[in-house]
């Protein structure tokens, strides 16, 4: 099928497929943030709290984790606050349309709990591979061992920072990137594994 213009011809499946990708961008670019996560290695959040105390948090994904597999683990580890939201939104629906309250708690525990297995078994091994990693100081209460552990933490989010920035630029490959991911996952390994041994 050819769409005739005054000035040009249009082939209508380039058009679809303009249309596709012009969707597909769309949501890649609102979505992608949301599935994915700003970086495919994890992520790392500094939080100040009450009293002075700054936390925090860096969460490593083992390395070479595909994008299917991060979103599924992503999920998994979001599943309390997600799974919450979608039983709410059963509870709005199913009492707007005067369900009974029998129903709705049906409903809501077999979604949860349903959800629940789904997602776990969509994760599968791979969510017991991800490291957590948390260290907490106070100003009020200055301690030169918890200011070591969060220096730690934000030294190795500043590495893996570093390889985004210089894959992105091109300045490293993809097996250059890999293999910075592989050192700084293996390095947290071992800092937990001492962790776990001193106490």
């Known amino acids: 099928m050819i769409v005739e213009t005054s000035s040009f ?3 209508a ?4 497929s303009a249309r596709t990708l012009s969707s597909e961008f769309l949501l890649s670019r ?3 943030p949301v599935l994915d996560g700003r970086c495919k290695w994890g992520g790392y959040t500094v939080s100040v709290g009450r009293y002075g105390s700054v936390g ?3 969460v490593l994904y083992p390395p070479g984790i595909s994008a299917p597999q991060r979103r599924w683990v992503r999920l998994w580890r979001g599943w ?3 799974g919450l939201v ?3 939104g059963l509870l709005i629906t199913f009492g707007a349309v005067g369900a009974s309250r029998l129903v709705i708690i049906t409903a809501c525990v077999t979604f949860y709990v349903f959800g629940t297995v789904v997602v776990a078994r969509r994760a599968g091994p791979v969510r017991r591979q991800v490291l957590e990693l948390t260290a907490a100081r106070s100003h009020l209460a200055p301690d030169a ?3 070591l552990e969060c220096g730690y933490l934000a030294t190795l989010a500043a590495t893996m920072t570093s390889a985004d920035a210089a894959l992105a630029s091109g300045v490293s490959s993809p097996p250059e990137h890999e293999m910075v991911w592989w050192g700084v996952f293996t390095n947290a390994q071992e800092h937990l594994a001492a ?3 001193d106490r």
């Open 9 to 11: 011809r249009v082939d």
């Open 195 to 197: 962790a776990r041994n």
């Open 13 to 16: 499946y380039e058009v679809n």
């Open 56 to 58: 925090h948090r860096l």
């Open 86 to 88: 979608g039983v709410l």
């Open 30 to 32: 609102w979505l992608s």
């Open 80 to 82: 309390m606050v997600s």
């Open 145 to 147: 061992g918890h200011a």
